[in-house]
């Protein structure tokens, strides 16, 4: 099993829409960038995905769970791009900011400050572990 981080704009698809989403489950659609794209491609089923508001909120909300690989994204008239299916997994009790984040000596290496840009990333199992305590829940 991989840890990956996905981002969403909350005014589009909220942690709040994701478990209201049948089943919990919902596409990860998109994705237009070429680095994220491949990180989806990499996604198998059973990966976590820590589940990040962007915008003026900044923080991991949830984890939510692969449950389909990478195919081809409906709304991508190139073809070039895919999406995955995400089911919900578990809310955080206590959301992790940008902010707690950087100011923790262990995770300055992580793509979500090295490239901000980036929408879907790789996440190493000690970060995950760090970031799930900070966020007061359980591996």
């Known amino acids: 099993m991989k840890y990956w981080l996905i981002?969403?704009?909350?005014?589009e698809w909220s942690w709040k829409?994701?478990?209201?989403?049948?089943?919990?489950?919902?596409?990860w659609n998109g994705v237009r960038n070429y680095q994220a794209r491949n990180?989806?491609?990499?996604?198998?089923i059973g990966d976590l995905c820590f589940f990040y508001h962007t915008g003026n909120e900044k923080k991991i909300v949830g984890i939510v769970k692969v449950v389909?690989?990478?195919?081809q994204d409906k709304t991508d008239k190139t073809g070039k791009f895919g999406s995955i299916l995400v089911s919900s997994s578990k809310g955080f009790y206590s959301a992790v900011s940008l902010n707690d984040i950087k100011k923790h000596?262990?995770?300055?290496?992580?793509?979500?400050?090295?490239?901000?840009?980036?929408?879907?990333?790789?996440?190493?199992?000690?970060?995950?572990?760090?970031?799930?305590k900070?966020?007061?829940?359980?591996?």
């Open 68 to 71: 389909k690989e990478f195919f």
């Open 17 to 27: 829409n994701q478990v209201k989403s049948s089943k919990g489950t919902a596409e």
């Open 7 to 11: 981002k969403t704009e909350p005014e």
């Open 39 to 44: 990180n989806l491609k990499k996604m198998t």
């Open 105 to 132: 000596e262990f995770l300055s290496h992580l793509p979500l400050l090295k490239q901000p840009r980036l929408s879907v990333m790789p996440i190493d199992s000690k970060s995950w572990k760090i970031i799930c």
């Open 134 to 139: 900070m966020g007061k829940i359980g591996t």
